[in-house]
């Protein structure tokens, strides 16, 4: 796996290839720099005070399978959505309960098309937890979270619309994980492969996630403040998922 630099590195190379001017200095990780630009991912910022040099990155709103799937819903290729069935399972090593939440509440937005408008919570040990929501467009949706993957597990995770007419997921239908693109099967055991950006060749996909972001924040310039605003409602809601699950109560918000 490349290192951070390495990142840093390649996002520079990618501002120059497509001509777009760089910060005098920017930082990809924490504690970032005192004057230039922090692009890190929304999730490594919740306990922490934004300024206006700390850009929170929602890295997943670029992959193309989110995009694809709000596409179906935005062109109505499934009609009348009614459900989003969402959840994502990580390992406790490198994420928490929050961090993922604030992932999956993000995408029942950005792929939804609306704005969070009540929430109900059941947590169990900050580890396993399922977040009712719904949309002001009427859309329910059900996040469920899981940090108890083995050490060393990726990601796992599966995003499924449920229409009056019509499904659609991010996975084959008749599979439970996600699949990679190569196995290698020889005396020394299983490999996989599964690189997915021709210019980010050698990076995994949550280091490639955060630099194409980063990229198209200093792209679209505009996103910066957005993305500020966005983070800050994400985080109010991780607030009241707690408040939810300690007081056994529905939450909702004008």
């Not at 009609?79 to 406790?92: A, L, P, Q």
């Not at 021709?198 to 980063?214: K, T, Y």
């Not at 200093?218 to 998922?241: D, M």
Request: charged share 25%.
């Amino acid at each position: 796996m490349l290192n951070i630099y390495d990142m840093e590195k390649a996002l520079s190379g990618l501002l120059r290839k497509y001509n777009i001017q760089e910060p005098q200095d920017f930082r990809l990780t924490q504690p970032g720099s005192l004057n230039g630009l922090n692009l890190l991912p929304g999730w490594t910022l919740i306990d922490t005070p934004l300024d206006e040099k700390q850009i929170p990155l929602l890295t997943w709103r670029l992959k193309r399978k989110f995009l694809e799937l709000k596409k179906i819903v935005q062109d109505s290729i499934i009609e009348n959505v009614r459900m989003f069935r969402f959840c994502s399972m990580g390992n406790k090593d490198e994420w928490n309960w929050p961090s993922l939440l604030y992932r999956e509440m993000d995408l029942c937005e950005f792929i939804g098309d609306g704005k969070i408008v009540s929430l109900q919570a059941v947590i169990s040990d900050n580890q396993t937890g399922n977040v009712i929501l719904r949309l002001d467009n009427n859309i329910l949706c059900s996040v469920e979270i899981s940090i108890q993957m083995p050490s060393d597990s990726a990601l796992t995770d599966r995003h499924e619309i449920i229409a009056q007419r019509g499904v659609a997921s991010d996975l084959v239908v008749d599979t439970m994980i996600p699949q990679n693109s190569i196995y290698s099967y020889t005396e020394k055991g299983e490999q996989q492969y599964r690189d997915v950006d021709m210019e980010l060749f050698g990076f995994d996909e949550l280091q490639i996630d955060q630099v194409r972001s980063a990229f198209q924040v200093l792209k679209q310039r505009e996103l910066a403040q957005q993305w500020q605003i966005q983070h800050k409602r994400l985080v109010n809601f991780i607030n009241s998922v707690y408040i939810s699950d300690n007081e056994q109560r529905k939450i909702i918000f004008n």
